[in-house]
């Protein structure tokens, strides 16, 4: 793999990785809520999701995805269920004490953790897309699997990056929102993005 290669391979990256996405979302609700080291173990867990979709993608089960429209359509449908679900959940939260006193009923890390995962596991488009991207950066020529190491850690590095950089923003802004009210309208902001998101995936065709 040339640099070149991988120079335009990592501006892909970033590009995505920056956009709006499920993951942000996920990444700010947590951090505004739970502050920035516990909204590290859901950037963790966002991250481990994106290992497993490289994974996926580098044994064949991408291509499956991509063909298959019963394949893509079960994992659409569990996709869409869960982001509503989280919808639903942050929908139903009670407006917080204040900022200070978000930390002492935290959630725990282990579901941090699994809820950030299975955000990044069941979008299904993340897997059409790795399908659609990597074939045009690896060279059919050479060994694939360090290829496709090279690209998943890049991946993998930029977003978490970029999430830490959502991570600390969140807890910024936690600072101005201190009132039960302000608290209410945050979880239904961030209930209606994870709805939105939900939504658009829901409508998303097979292609």
């Given at each position: 793999?040339?640099?070149?290669?991988?120079?335009?391979?990592?501006?892909?990256?970033?590009?995505?990785?920056?956009?709006?996405?499920?993951?942000?979302?996920?990444?700010?609700?947590?951090?505004?809520?739970?502050?920035?080291?516990?909204?590290?173990?859901?950037?963790?867990?966002?991250?481990?999701?994106?290992?497993?979709?490289?994974?996926?993608?580098?044994?064949?089960?991408?291509?499956?995805?991509?063909?298959?429209?019963?394949?893509?359509?079960?994992?659409?449908?569990?996709?869409?269920?869960?982001?509503?679900?989280?919808?639903?959940?942050?929908?139903?939260?009670?407006?917080?004490?204040?900022?200070?006193?978000?930390?002492?009923?935290?959630?725990?890390?282990?579901?941090?953790?699994?809820?950030?995962?299975?955000?990044?596991?069941?979008?299904?488009?993340?897997?059409?897309?790795?399908?659609?991207?990597?074939?045009?950066?690896?060279?059919?020529?050479?060994a694939q699997a360090p290829q496709f190491l090279?690209?998943?850690?890049?991946?993998?590095?930029?977003?978490?990056?970029?999430?830490?950089?959502?991570?600390?923003?969140?807890?910024?802004?936690?600072?101005?929102?201190?009132?039960?009210?302000?608290?209410?309208?945050?979880?239904?902001?961030?209930?209606?993005?994870?709805?939105?998101?939900?939504?658009?995936?829901?409508?998303?065709?097979?292609?």
């Amino acid at each position: 793999m040339t640099l070149e290669v991988w120079l335009a391979y990592l501006i892909a990256g970033i590009i995505l990785s920056v956009s709006p996405g499920a993951g942000a979302v996920n990444t700010m609700s947590n951090g505004m809520n739970y502050g920035f080291k516990r909204a590290l173990v859901s950037i963790v867990g966002l991250q481990v999701g994106l290992i497993l979709l490289f994974v996926l993608v580098a044994i064949g089960l991408g291509a499956l995805v991509a063909q298959s429209a019963l394949a893509f359509n079960i994992i659409k449908w569990v996709g869409v269920g869960y982001l509503i679900y989280l919808g639903v959940m942050k929908f139903r939260e009670q407006g917080a004490m204040d900022v200070a006193q978000v930390s002492t009923k935290p959630m725990p890390l282990s579901k941090l953790f699994s809820h950030a995962l299975l955000v990044n596991v069941t979008n299904p488009k993340s897997i059409v897309f790795l399908v659609a991207l990597l074939p045009q950066f690896i060279d059919p020529n050479a060994a694939q699997a360090p290829q496709f190491l090279i690209l998943g850690t890049t991946s993998v590095l930029v977003d978490m990056v970029v999430m830490v950089g959502y991570a600390l923003l969140a807890t910024r802004l936690a600072f101005f929102i201190r009132s039960e009210r302000h608290m209410r309208l945050q979880n239904r902001i961030f209930g209606g993005m994870f709805i939105g998101a939900g939504s658009l995936l829901a409508v998303a065709s097979h292609k």
